[in-house]
């Protein structure tokens, strides 16, 4: 812990000291102390949530909540319990009320998170167990108890105060065992085994001779608001509500015991009570109708959550189902990354910020542990051009695409929520890649086959270049134009005499900055035996074909064509009376 958090504990350690004294040394100001002491607590709690920032926030306002209702309990308790040794309706109000609080607080920290994977087992156990102690209180301990100071009603209001209070411990243990090691979730249970043993002390004294101040109920009581405010203070509570951070076990998810055994517990509290009807008068009901509202809150939250992961999984496969049927149908890599791109917004969040990249062009440059899965690692460990642009997230998943990858930027609760789901569409992606790939192959070679039956036929000579300006195909009659058979992966302009290829280079770099429509010019070639050739030729910029992808040049000899032509020419001028007058000029000067 920092300099400064060590000192908002001190601090926090030293007031709870002097408030405790108060509550032990003056107990005329115990209601005073009382109020403080809640404050206090509460007032810790929500310093941890402002100071540390947990990313599920709301079960910490339910406990700073559930820790202010107490308080206001235990405030006017100390006001009235002067004038009457009976707890007011009120105080009972507002105990009461802190149990909705607590059970909203432990919904929320049993959620899926880095220290709980799932709750189902532990919502089912303590069905189980509440039905249990239901049991034991209304068949063994109930008719054998004899107080003097209190009615069958009044033990059993205190039996359903200590049947919650051992479902919130029974709880937190099973976060500390889940967390052993978070200082917070150790706190929690301190206070929860407080709560208990304050709540056992205050039953035993309202059956002798009354609850007296500065007794063992309220340093147990005090405990329970010193520990549970501490533990909002420590950092480790953020851990509590954080994400998972490790894959969770999708292939064995928890499914608990089973709903038999959760509607059987459920069933057991009504049970009870028609059976107390039918034989008597009902000396069970409040601790029957905390059973009953405790195992109905635990399956409605179990069945909650069985709701919410199916509508998930649903909405989930009919992405996946639209992004395959689109995949099926693309022909080229960039309509699989929009497809792709597509179906990740679907699947992530609404109103999530989140960037997503498809990439290829630094496959070489990963390592191949990252190419193997997808995984979820810190923007830090992607390579720099990409620490860069999705630097404003602090953690990326990674998916491999077959010739390609995934990148996901997004909050790491969100990214955990998808990587199944992405895990299965970058599956559909890499196989439409492979086929388009295979595809595009198999139709080049096509193509390849079919440019050559009809090159070999024709006099032009056909050439294609591919991006880096190598010759990849060149038809037969290249021979009879130049001379020479080209080398493999020569270049254009290594096949030409060095005194040519300045003109080479010229026409090249128009046809390579100019459009489709293609580029026209005329070269003078030298061959291997020094005679020289007069050739049209024609650049075409076929790179974006998908069954060329590369540059196409047509070569014709033009040598007899433009030797003809100058023939033609000097004829038809030797036959204009120009020229005839020229003639006869120079035999006159003769």
Known sequence: MGRRQVLIAAAYGALMAVLACTLFVAPELDSVAWAGIGLCAAGAVVLGVRRHRPQRPGPWWALAAALVAMMSGDFLYGLIVGATTDPPPLVDLCYLAMFPFVAAA????????????????????????????????????????????????????????????????????????????NPSAILLTAGAAGMLIGDVAYGLAQSRDGLAPGGPADAAYLVLYACWG??????????????????????TPDRGLGMPWLLGAVAFAPLVLLAQALTGSVQDGP????????????????????????????????????????????????????????????????????????????????????????????????????????????????????????????ERRDLRTVQDAVTVLAGQAALALARIALTEAASRRDSDDYLRAVAEHTNDVVIVLDDDERIRYTSPSVTELLGIWPTPFATLREIVAPDDR?????????????????????????????????????????????????????????????????????????????????????????
């Open 106 to 181: 432990l919904i929320g920290l049993t959620r899926a998170s880095s220290t709980l994977a799932g709750r189902a087992g532990l919502l089912d156990l303590l069905a189980l167990a509440s039905a249990t102690l239901l049991a034991g209180w209304v068949f063994i301990v109930g008719p054998r108890l004899s107080a003097d100071g209190m009615t069958g009603t009044e033990w059993s209001i205190q039996a359903a105060y200590t049947l919650g209070d051992v479902v919130v411990l029974v709880v937190t243990v099973r976060l500390t065992r889940a967390a052993p090691r």
């Open 230 to 251: 501490a533990a909002a203070l420590l950092p480790s509570m953020a851990r509590l509500t954080a994400p998972p951070t490790a894959p969770t076990t999708a292939d």
């Open 287 to 410: 601790m029957i109708a905390a059973v009953a509202g405790i195992t109905l809150a635990l399956l409605v939250t179990r069945l909650n959550d069985a709701v919410r992961h199916h509508a998930e999984g649903l909405r989930r496969e009919r992405t996946l189902r639209h992004a395959g049927t689109v995949l099926v149908s693309v022909t080229d890599a960039g309509a699989v990354a929009v497809a792709v791109r597509t179906a990740v917004r679907e699947l992530l969040p609404a109103d999530t910020p989140h960037i997503i990249v498809v990439d290829s062009s630094l496959t070489d440059l990963l390592p191949l542990n990252e190419l193997s899965a997808p995984r979820i690692v810190p923007v830090g460990a992607t390579p720099p051009l990409w620490q860069e642009r999705l630097g404003e997230f602090g953690d990326v998943l990674i998916c491999p695409l077959d010739a390609a990858v995934l990148y996901i930027a997004a």
């Open 502 to 590: 300045q003109q080479v280079d010229t026409t090249l770099g128009v046809a390579l900055a100019g459009g489709r429509d293609g580029t026209r010019d005329t070269w003078s070639l030298r061959r291997p035996d020094g005679t020289r050739v007069l050739v049209e030729v024609r650049f075409r910029d076929l790179r974006d074909d998908r069954l060329v992808r590369g540059l196409v040049l047509t070569m014709r000899d033009v040598t007899e064509q433009r030797r003809h032509e100058l023939e033609v020419l000097r004829r038809h001028w030797e036959a204009t009376p120009g020229a005839a007058n020229r003639d006869n000029s120079s035999r006159k000067y003769q």
